[in-house]
Every structure is written in structure tokens, then in C-alpha cells.
């Protein structure tokens, strides 16, 4: 069974930091491109930032300088570190791992910038 459980999510003032983590379990993790996305309210789903299995990283404009991503194989997790946070930075945070043509989703994690 596929698992993807994110953590690190919380309520932060705006410029603050928070590093949200997705350990991944019932895949050969090493295998997969991961990627963190995120919506808010009214909003659609948006990738945020991906690293794929050979360690290729890509941002959203809207986070490049902020967030870095990272992934550790051996653990099996992937990491979004978030500097100088913003109100509009809030939202559910998803963990995605793919594949071919598997893809997984993680429950989500709350992320909420606010003073």
C-alpha cells in the first residue's frame, strides 16, 4: 500500500519559516520524480516546486529564493523548506510522487501565513 504523509504544516507570521516533510512508503522511492503543490481556498491546485530522481529542481515563480526542495532517498522523504512566508503563501500543501504512469497523493498539510 502507497503512502505519502506529509508533516510540518502550521500557522506561521508572515516572514517566518516552516519546513514541511513527506515520507513515502510502498514505492522504490528513488525511482519516483516528487513534486510539492498546493491550493487555496477558491483556488486550483498549483505545483509549487519538484525534484526529480535524478535531483532536477524546478520553482513556481511565485517561490524561487523562498523554498527549496530536497530529497533524501534514503529516508525515503521529501523536504520544502519556506523562507520570508506570505500571507498568500497559505494553503494546503500535497506531496506528489510519479512515476510513468503512477502518481500519488499525499493527504495534505495546512500551511497558514497570517499575524
Known amino acids: 500500500q502507497v503512502q505519502l504523509v506529509e508533516s510540518g504544516g502550521g500557522l506561521v507570521q508572515p516572514g517566518g519559516s516552516l519546513r514541511l516533510s513527506c515520507a513515502a512508503s510502498?514505492?522504490?522511492?528513488?525511482?519516483?520524480?516528487m513534486g510539492w503543490y498546493r491550493q487555496a481556498p477558491g483556488k486550483q491546485r498549483e505545483l509549487v516546486a519538484a525534484?526529480?530522481?535524478?535531483?532536477?529542481?524546478n520553482y513556481a515563480d511565485s517561490v524561487t529564493g523562498r523554498f527549496t526542495i530536497s530529497r533524501d532517498n534514503a529516508k525515503r522523504t521529501v523536504y520544502l523548506q519556506m523562507n520570508s512566508l506570505k500571507p498568500e503563501d497559505t494553503a494546503v500543501y500535497y506531496c506528489?510522487?510519479?512515476?510513468?504512469?503512477?502518481?500519488?497523493w499525499g493527504q495534505g498539510t495546512q500551511v497558514t501565513v497570517s499575524s
Open positions: 506528489n510522487a510519479e512515476w510513468t504512469i503512477r502518481t500519488y
Open positions: 510502498g514505492i522504490i522511492f528513488k525511482f519516483y520524480n
Open positions: 525534484i526529480t530522481h535524478g535531483g532536477s529542481i
